[in-house]
T-cell receptor, first 109, second 112 residues
Framework: GQSLEQPSEVTAVEGAIVQINCTYQ??????LSWYQQHDGGAPTFLSY????GLEETGRFSSFLSRSDSYGYLLLQELQMKDSASYFC??????????FGDGTTLTVKP | DADVTQTPRNRITKTGKRIMLECSQT?????MYWYRQDPGLGLRLIYY???????NKGEISDGYSVSRQAQAKFSLSLESAIPNQTALYFC???????????FGPGTRLTVL
């Protein structure tokens, strides 16, 4: 089976940097994705790592270490609109994904 | 126009009723998924389909069935709804390398 762990809540101030960690246990690991969800809306894709290392997309970066079964999402220059839930998701060789329970990020002024 | 649409957006029904949730996509993707989300939790996979003739159970398929009527349409049915199926339901599609899933707006289902 698959299992993922990520912190349930993170709080940071506007302009700061925050890191959301994700550890996973899975068979047939293929890659790690990150999604953002605002208040019950549709999750939207942020980033994907298939290989070890850092992927950068604007203010968001994501990192993967396959040997450590660990990844993180880094959000820089936080803005109020970044307040949302963030999910890591493991994709397997079978082509399906398992999602973590999400991290609620609160950005304060 | 949205690439992935779901109908209805909200539904309230009673225990024992049959319910169908519909999903359509204009992205031309082969792979489609149904998830449910409960408050404070992540998305759990109910069923997925890699093409019209390929349908697979996810981690929580009991009490649900699906139909892939066409490449663009994937429907989820609750044969006899029960209160613990009250949840937010999302349809998603993926194409190409499959690294990014595109989600519909969700259907909020309440079973009384």
């Amino acid at each position: 089976g698959q299992s993922l762990e990520q912190p349930s809540e993170v709080t940071a101030v506007e302009g700061a940097i925050v890191q959301i960690n994700c550890t996973y246990q899975t068979s047939g690991f293929y890659g790690l994705s990150w999604y953002q969800q605002h208040d019950g809306g549709a999750p939207t894709f942020l980033s994907y790592n298939g290989l070890d290392g850092l992927e950068e997309t604007g203010r968001f970066s994501s990192f993967l270490s396959r040997s450590d079964s660990y990844g993180y999402l880094l959000l820089q220059e936080l803005q109020m609109k970044d307040s949302a839930s963030y999910f890591c998701a493991v994709r397997t060789n079978a082509g399906k994904s398992t999602f973590g329970d999400g991290t609620t990020l609160t950005v304060k002024p | 126009d949205a690439d992935v649409t779901q109908t209805p957006r909200n539904r309230i029904t009673k225990t024992g009723k049959r319910i169908m949730l519909e999903c359509s996509q204009t992205k031309g993707h082969d792979r489609m998924y149904w998830y449910r989300q409960d408050p404070g939790l992540g998305l759990r996979l109910i069923y997925y389909s890699f093409d019209v003739k390929d349908i697979n159970k996810g981690e929580i398929s009991d009490g649900y069935s699906v139909s892939r009527q066409a490449q663009a349409k994937f429907s989820l049915s609750l044969e006899s709804a029960i209160p613990n199926q009250t949840a937010l339901y999302f349809c998603a599609t993926t194409g190409g390398l499959g690294n990014e899933q595109f989600f519909g707006p969700g259907t909020r289902l309440t079973v009384l």
